[in-house]
């Protein structure tokens, strides 16, 4: 097994960074493959918290080499940020670890603006303001700007003046200002200086290391409830967050996988709009954002907060086509009295246990509930010391999702895990 996707199976912020981290410690190149610095992923290691948005979570790992795919959108002012945090804070050799690929799109000023004045307007969705929507929407449209242009300044100068020209009735309409061409260049010069020697070919660098037989871990961001295609459109993001989209989003065959790991939490959140069928207004839902400290690690957002949705994760498992399943946060429900599963939901006079396409939010959620258990599980490391309830809850949601579950999350550290079994193994 040299090959492995690790992927959100929720609405983001399943605990990826975490689970990613926690795998390189066998993998020797990390690659992400969708979305920009809309994507906040948390590692605690030794106690330390660190925050990546753009790069990808194996970079603690100072053997690990780090790619960011095609399939990315990469604004250059946060990704230079984010080398120099880390360089900061002690991180060794992060530049010389980094490959960027040539094909990845660039997020710029314009996008950045577009998205802001849209989300202040009534039909906003909730996005995280980063330009992530309009950045994809240029390069659908085939007026996108890509990393390998930084090296050549004359046909930067060509694509931003065509993409504003193409934006500015956009921006006028939402009542924004037009940005300039030459204030837009200026910026990008010392940060296009600091990225071109990352340029490089994504595609070949995970081929090579796969053919090497090195492990190779592809790292998700987002997640299938969000991914463009598969999601609870329109309340999604603009890329290909699941497995399949690794294959594009890095440019491998999808037979060079050999295993898809999903994440998910053992309740559900989500941030920003959209149909949310299990969300909890109660106390019960107030603590699991208290506990799980469900606030938005990229907007600072409080997230919305409710019971683990599995025909939601039905669903993951088979557009994914889960090999096994990290459940994080199991700790976040010690102390609840009772728990609950949603099983199916109810939907226009009748049950249904497949996850509709069109009527989400009128969905009403059937659960299925359990004794809860008060012991806090944080010293966990192997399935016998964990409460008899917990066990029972983790049963069900293995057999109704019909996937195994591998890794299961008891805190936010590095070790807070209960690793049954190794996906490179
Ligand atoms: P990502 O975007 O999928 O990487 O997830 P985020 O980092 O946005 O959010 C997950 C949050 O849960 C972070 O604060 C993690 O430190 C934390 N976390 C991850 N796994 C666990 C776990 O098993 N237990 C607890 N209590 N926290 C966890
Ligand atoms: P990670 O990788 C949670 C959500 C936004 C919004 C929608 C569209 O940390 O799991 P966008 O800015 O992408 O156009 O916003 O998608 N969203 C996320 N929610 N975790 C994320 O990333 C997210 N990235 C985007 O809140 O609802
Ligand atoms: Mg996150």
Request: charged letters at 25%; a negative charge.
């Amino acid at each position: 097994m040299t090959c492995v996707v690790v992927v959100g199976a929720q609405w983001g912020d399943e605990g990826k960074g975490k689970v990613v981290d926690l795998c390189t410690e066998r993998a020797s190149l990390v690659a992400r493959y969708a979305g920009g610095p809309n994507a906040g992923h948390t590692l605690v290691v030794g106690g330390e918290k660190t925050i990546v948005r753009l790069i990808p979570s194996g970079v603690l790992r100072p053997d690990s080499r780090c790619v960011l795919g095609q399939g990315m959108v990469i604004d250059p002012a946060v990704l230079v940020d984010e080398i120099d945090g880390l360089t900061r804070r002690g991180v060794e050799r992060v530049q010389e670890r980094l490959l960027l690929s040539e094909r990845a799109h660039l997020i710029l000023p314009y996008h950045v603006l577009v998205d802001g004045l849209r989300e202040a307007r009534a039909s906003a969705i909730g996005t995280t303001k980063k330009g992530i929507g309009p950045a994809y929407e240029d390069k659908a449209r085939r007026l996108g700007v890509r990393a390998a242009d930084l090296r050549h300044p004359k046909r930067l100068r060509d694509l931003v003046s065509t993409a504003i020209a193409a934006w500015t009735p956009v921006l006028l309409a939402l009542g924004g200002e037009v940005p300039s061409v030459e204030a837009i260049l200026e910026t990008l010069a010392p940060l296009g200086d600091r990225l071109t020697p990352l340029l490089g070919d994504a595609s070949r660098a995970v081929h090579d290391a796969i053919q090497a037989g090195e492990p190779v871990l592809l790292e998700g961001a987002q997640g299938t409830l969000l991914d463009i295609d598969h999601g609870t459109y329109p309340f999604v993001t603009s890329s290909s967050a699941v497995a399949g989209g690794a294959a594009t989003g890095l440019g491998i065959g999808p037979t060079r996988i050999d295993h898809v790991l999903g994440i998910a939490k053992a309740y559900l959140t989500r941030v920003g709009g959209g149909p949310f069928p299990t969300e909890l207004s109660d106390a019960t839902g107030e603590h699991l954002r208290t506990v799980g400290h469900e606030f938005g690690s990229v907007t600072g957002r409080p997230r919305r907060t409710g019971w683990l949705d599995l025909p939601a994760l039905r669903y993951a498992a088979r557009v994914n086509g889960l090999d096994s399943l990290a459940l994080t946060k199991l700790d976040v429900l010690s102390g609840l009295s009772e728990v609950a599963l949603c099983v199916g939901y109810e939907l226009n006079g009748a049950r249904t246990k497949e996850l509709p396409v069109d009527e989400l939010d009128s969905a009403k959620p059937v659960l299925e509930r359990f004794a809860g258990w008060q012991e806090p599980l944080e010293h966990a490391r192997s399935i016998s010391e964990l409460p008899r309830a917990a066990r029972a809850y983790l049963d069900r949601v293995a057999e109704f999702v019909d996937v195994p579950i591998t890794v299961i999350g008891v805190g936010p550290g590095r070790e807070a895990s209960i690793v049954l079994a190794d996906p490179f193994a």
